[in-house]
Every structure is written in structure tokens, then in C-alpha cells.
């Protein structure tokens, strides 16, 4: 079992920035490749990034590119998501996911644990 808790979820002004953190507890951190997510009142879950277990192989979604990072710190259990040049379209819930898969996948089916979620909220 992996428990995920994300913070860092706020209100921010169009063009602002917000940092996202999920800090891991349980199984070795190491052993997941990590994703965030989001979900928009309305709409179907959406991957915004991945990184793997060593954090060589990185994706994006299309709408995120350019402007957000994904890291993560394996000696501190926790992945990141820096979010720059936020826009109103950006404003949902955004959970981060643990996949014990080899790969980076954009199908939230594949992740095997999840967090709660945290609001991020971009007022034009």
C-alpha cells in the first residue's frame, strides 16, 4: 500500500504559479512511477504529467507543455508539480497518482494509488 497526500492546491490569478507536492508514505517510493491528474467540475479526469520511477522518461499533456514541471525527490518521497503561467482553464482538482508499472501512461486506469486531491482555482 501506498498513501499519497497532495498540498500546495490554492486561489491564483491568471499568469500566477502554484507548486504542488504529494509526499508518499509506505512502500518504497522509488519502486512507482508517479502522475498528476485533474478533473474539472463536469468533465473526465485528464493527465497533465508523468515521471518514472528514476525520473528519466517525462510526459505532458498538451495543454500543460511549456508550462508546467513535474520532479520528484525519492530520498524525500515526495513528486512535484510547479505550475507557471496558470490560466482560468487550469482551475480543477489535481490528485497525483503511484504506478507501479516500468512506464510513464497517461490512462489513470493504470495507477494503481491515489490521493485526495487538491484545489487549484486560476480567477481570470
Known amino acids: 500500500q501506498v498513501q499519497l497526500v497532495e498540498s500546495g492546491g490554492g486561489l491564483v490569478q491568471d499568469g500566477g504559479s502554484l507548486r504542488l507536492s504529494c509526499a508518499a508514505s509506505?512502500?518504497?517510493?522509488?519502486?512507482?512511477?508517479m502522475g498528476w491528474f485533474r478533473q474539472a467540475p463536469g468533465k473526465e479526469r485528464e493527465f497533465v504529467a508523468g515521471?518514472?520511477?528514476?525520473?528519466?522518461?517525462?510526459r505532458y499533456g498538451d495543454s500543460v507543455k511549456g508550462r508546467f514541471t513535474i520532479s520528484r525527490d525519492n530520498a524525500k518521497n515526495t513528486a512535484y508539480l510547479q505550475m507557471d503561467m496558470l490560466k482560468p482553464e487550469d482551475t480543477a482538482v489535481y490528485y497525483c497518482?503511484?504506478?507501479?508499472?516500468?512506464?510513464?501512461?497517461?490512462?489513470?486506469?493504470?495507477?494503481?494509488?491515489w490521493g485526495q486531491g487538491t484545489q487549484v482555482t486560476v480567477s481570470s
Open positions: 497518482a503511484a504506478d507501479r508499472g516500468a512506464i510513464v501512461t497517461v490512462n489513470p486506469g493504470a495507477y494503481d494509488y
Open positions: 509506505g512502500r518504497t517510493f522509488g519502486d512507482y512511477a
Open positions: 515521471m518514472s520511477r528514476r525520473g528519466t522518461s517525462i
